[in-house]
């Protein structure tokens, strides 16, 4: 099992390493200057000033190299949109708000849509299979912004029962969660009930039963623990995504974030934001799928034999 574990961790730093050089020389390839904007009037010096304050007169692989020995030292640089203003601290204070809200849907996502694909796959009545089919149609074909907006106004504006703005208490959570939990609900439930209906025609199934093993036993003996494979490894990039934010629910609900800074940063060319909100988003993808990879070794012990 360590073997396995390091092969991954091993393979994720050789990933993020990747991606931190791809993304820098790409977006240093693309035509253009974060200042563009800024230095029309200004005096010659005073543009080599501001170019020289950010190293963008050195050669790209100058550059490059400095940005990777200020980010093994724990320096992310400041913004070039907000002057002065340190990359930590805007992830900083956008991030937990995000993370909040990513995870309450994480977590509304995932039981949902579990409880749906169980009660799919296990009832024998029509309506009930025809019921779970329609939530998951309705997941995949309705955008978030749209669910949120039906969410605003009947449970906002004409019940009354759930503020619209920000996120002072429990209760302002639940319309955001809700919104960027419908699409993984349907997967998850499309993802379980397909599972779950092929492991209860497997062999061991119909062996576990002619020895006399209850059939609820068999399924949270057997069947299950198999069915919830393909679930945990969406789950995986599914939390990373959803801990990173949306920008449109973001500013439905006016919810200071960081789903909107990715945006910012790309329309402002703002490199250091960028960088670090692409190694932030990476890195989160590549430790949920490490934790994919070590949980589905552990439920199936298979995996590690691949």
């Known amino acids: 099992m360590l073997k396995y574990i390091g092969k ?132 995949v074909s309705v955008p978030s912004f749209l669910f949120a907006l039906f969410l605003m106004y ?32 349907a997967m998850i439930s499309r993802l379980t009930r397909s599972s779950l209906s092929e492991e209860l025609r497997q062999d061991y199934m119909i062996l576990a039963l002619s020895k006399g093993t209850s059939y609820r036993s068999a399924i949270w003996k057997h069947a299950l623990k198999n069915a919830i494979i393909p679930v945990v490894t969406y789950a995986g990039p599914l939390l990373a995504s959803l801990l990173t934010g949306s920008f449109v629910i973001e500013s439905m609900f006016t919810i200071p974030g960081i789903g909107s800074e990715f945006v910012a940063s790309v329309s402002g060319r703002d490199y250091p934001l960028i960088m670090a909100l692409t190694v932030l988003y990476g890195s989160l993808v590549i430790i949920a799928n490490i934790l994919t990879d070590i949980v589905s070794a552990m439920i199936d012990p298979r995996i590690r034999l691949k």
């Open 8 to 139: 991954r961790l091993a393979l994720g730093i050789v990933t993020l390493f990747a991606l931190m050089t791809i993304t820098f020389f790409l977006m240093h390839m693309i035509p253009g200057s974060p200042f563009a904007g800024e230095l029309q009037g200004l005096s010659a010096a005073a543009k080599e000033q501001i170019i020289q304050a950010y190293q963008l007169d050195k050669p790209i692989i100058v550059q490059y190299g400095t940005y990777l020995k200020n980010f093994f030292s724990g320096q992310l640089g400041t913004s070039t949109a907000r002057k002065g203003v340190p990359i930590t601290m805007i992830i900083a204070n956008g991030l937990p708000y995000t993370a909040k809200v990513g995870l309450s849907a994480f977590c509304t996502a995932m039981v949902i849509g579990i409880f749906l694909g169980a009660v799919s796959a296990f009832s024998k009545k029509k309506w009930i299979q025809g019921l779970a089919a329609f939530i998951a149609t309705i997941g």
């Open 154 to 185: 009947s449970l906002g504006v004409n019940l009354k029962l759930l503020p619209i703005m920000g996120l002072k208490s429990w209760k302002h959570f639940i319309m955001p969660s809700l919104a960027l939990a419908l699409s993984p609900v």
